[in-house]
């Protein structure tokens, strides 16, 4: 499994990104497909998940209301739409692939294939 995190970049602080994740080599679907986010001296956070199968979506408090991810299962494709961006959403996001069976798979531990990261930069 082959996962492509794009559309990053620098943005003012109110801004919108959008950013795309492309999978190749899956063999069957992904439970859970999700996007994390490392800044800089921190740990990787949880930012979103998605059910594959159903839709169903989780978020981190820290962005419930200005993020949205989707997928296009025709597509092996995930996005997630972020607006009105802050300088503390800065950090490298990436997109990660999980067949764990808990409800929402919220934990770095339960994703198993992880693609490279794109670099969100949001100034103030």
């Known amino acids: 499994v082959q996962l492509q995190a794009f559309g990053g970049g620098l943005v003012q602080a109110g801004g919108s990104l959008r950013l795309s994740c492309a999978a190749s080599?899956?063999?069957?679907?992904?439970?859970?497909m999700g996007w994390f986010r490392q800044a800089p001296g921190k740990g990787r956070e949880f930012v979103a998940t998605?059910?594959?199968?159903?839709?169903?979506?989780y978020y981190a408090d820290s962005v419930k209301g200005r993020f949205a991810i989707s997928r296009d299962n025709a597509k092996n494709a995930m996005y997630l739409q972020m607006n009105s961006l802050k300088p503390e959403d800065t950090a490298v996001y990436y997109c990660?692939?999980?067949?764990?069976?808990?409800?929402?798979?919220?934990?770095?531990?339960?994703?198993?294939?992880w693609g490279q990261g794109t670099q969100v930069t949001v100034s103030s």
């Open positions: 990660a692939r999980s067949d764990t069976i808990v409800s929402a798979a919220r934990d770095s531990t339960m994703y198993d294939s």
């Open positions: 998605i059910n594959w199968s159903s839709g169903i979506t």
């Open positions: 080599g899956l063999s069957r679907r992904p439970r859970f």
